[in-house]
């Protein structure tokens, strides 16, 4: 009953009060009640969040009105002066670089990289030399944060010696040879003899036998050298495991031609890792199916693979080029597909080759 009684004697005051006013005035009332919002607002919110969008307009509207009247605003004097330094310091700022060292372009990190993985016995100072010759201007610790950052190792510890890099290094001049066996059709274990040109990847069928003796391998050594001919001057070394099936006379044979025998260390099949990559895929897309009958059909078989591996099937290392063409200095062609594809099947469809009709 008491707010009802307060109630009209405030409403009956403003109507007075509004008789005084023009017609004009009415923005003043309309300014007395967002005054009185305002202020039931502050008693029920905290702190208000303003954007940046806010305090422009604040402080852009805080020029117009007499400090006296700044209590109509949420924010102390103080604040709306720092927005407007705020508001005049930008407009006059202009743009500036970050403090400290430029940062090193991604193209000069990965070039440091590729010198250093690409050459083992540099140090980042030899690096460092070899960017100055090229025109790249960085300093030796600059080179060194790079490779820290990629934690490559430093020259001595990349440029250890191991088998791959070995093999990586001298594969101009070196065959890798090894057995591998295929169980025919009627539980019968026949042994293949191949030789690989490491650098190109070219495979030789030496001979295929139940019993591989000694003296048969020792002869298959020689119908190799009777093969290779002139090109036999191109090879310096030669890779085998210490099977027993090689012999002195196995070696002599090589070493009058000015081949180094090699010698795998034993349990170690990754020592001779191109010749195991062949068997592995000779069995997957050969071998493994189809039923071999005998010694004169796996000679067929692998005859065929082996010129198909040699004349056509592309190799990832060599560029996705065949070993033929590697020998010849041939690029892959860039030709645009036009026309059909001519499909030419090997081995019952086993082994297909794609070529572009003329």
């Known amino acids: 009953m008491r707010w009802s009684w307060i109630y009209l004697v405030a409403r009956r005051s403003l109507e007075l009060a509004g008789l005084r006013m023009l017609g004009g005035a009415a923005k003043d009332v309309e300014l007395l009640v967002l005054r009185h919002q305002l202020a039931v607002l502050r008693r029920q919110v905290g702190r208000p969040e303003l954007g940046p969008g806010d305090r422009v307009l604040l ?11 700044w209590g109509s605003f949420f924010v102390t004097p103080a604040t709306l002066l720092r927005w407007h330094r705020e508001l ?26 590729r010198l250093a993985r690409e050459n083992p016995l540099w140090g980042h100072r030899r690096v460092q030399g070899e960017l100055a010759r090229l025109g790249v201007a960085v300093s030796a610790a600059t080179v060194r944060a ?9 020259g001595p510890q990349r440029a250890r010696d191991s088998w791959a890099s070995f093999l990586h290094v001298q594969a101009s001049g070196l065959l890798a ?18 030789v690989m040109e490491v650098e190109t990847r070219r495979v030789h069928i030496l001979g295929i036998t139940t019993h591989p ?3 048969w391998v020792a002869q298959q050594a020689r119908n ?64 493994d199916r189809m039923l071999i009958l ?19 099937r592309p190799h990832q290392s ?41």
């Open 88 to 113: 005049v310091a930008d407009t006059w700022t202009f743009p500036h670089k970050k403090p400290g060292r430029p940062p090193i372009p991604q193209e000069t990190q990965e070039l440091i990289l």
């Open 146 to 154: 790079v490779l820290r950052r990629a934690k490559v190792p430093p």
């Open 213 to 215: 003796n000694r003296d």
């Open 294 to 312: 005998n010694e004169r059909h796996l000679r067929t078989v692998l005859d065929t693979y082996a010129d198909h591996y040699n004349r056509h």
């Open 177 to 194: 040879c090894d057995f591998f066996h295929v169980d025919t059709a009627f539980c019968r274990r026949l042994y293949v003899l191949f």
């Open 318 to 358: 060599l560029q996705q080029r065949p070993p033929q063409a590697v020998e010849a200095g041939e690029l892959v062609p860039v030709i645009p597909l036009a026309g059909r594809i001519r499909r030419t099947q090997h081995l019952g469809g086993l082994i297909n080759e794609y070529q572009q009709s003329a």
């Open 224 to 287: 190799l050298m009777m093969d290779l001919g002139d090109r036999v001057d191109r090879f310096r070394f030669f890779l085998r495991d210490r099977d027993g099936k090689f012999s002195d006379s196995f070696d002599a044979v090589l070493g009058g031609a000015g081949v180094q025998v090699l010698l795998s260390p034993p349990r170690s099949p990754k020592a001779n890792a191109f010749a195991e990559r062949w068997v592995g895929s000779v069995r997957r897309e050969c071998t």
């Open 59 to 69: 402080a852009a509207l805080s020029r117009l009105l007499p400090k006296e009247r």
